[in-house]
């Protein structure tokens, strides 16, 4: 069976930092790729939002958003169990659940860029970004 389960969500005044972290079990990342997604209140799961996605294996493609490039950083681990959001400058309009996705794909963009409901997903960690 395949797990991913989503932690290091919060509250954070803005300009804050958060590191959200994706704990994959039945499947390796060096075989998936793995991406994280964002609902914002509100926001129905049709509109949720890639933030970043990253290819499997050694030289994996990886895709930001514009929103978000150069303060979030995703990476993951050398067992391939684990990825992680690293999230700096934080702002209110960061403020969403946080999901992560595993899907077998090479097309990283299309993953982020649309989303879909295919592939395992987490359950989510909420993120608030509030002074």
């Known amino acids: 069976q395949v797990h991913l389960v989503e932690s290091g969500g919060g509250l954070v005044q803005p300009g804050g930092s958060l590191t959200l972290t994706c704990s994959v079990s039945g499947i390796s990342l060096h075989n998936y790729a793995i991406g994280w997604f964002r609902q914002a209140p509100g926001k129905d799961r049709k509109d949720r939002e890639g933030v970043s996605c990253l290819g499997p294996g050694a030289d994996a493609e990886l895709y930001y958003v514009d929103s978000v490039k150069g303060r979030f950083t995703l990476s993951r681990n050398a067992a391939g169990n684990t990825a992680y959001l690293q999230m700096n400058n934080l702002n209110p309009e960061d403020t969403a659940v946080y999901y992560c996705?595993?899907?077998?794909?090479?097309?990283?963009?299309?993953?982020?860029?649309?989303?879909?409901?295919?592939?395992?997903w987490g359950l989510g960690t909420q993120v608030t970004v509030s002074s």
């Open positions: 996705q595993a899907l077998s794909t090479n097309t990283i963009q299309a993953m982020c860029v649309y989303a879909t409901s295919a592939g395992y």
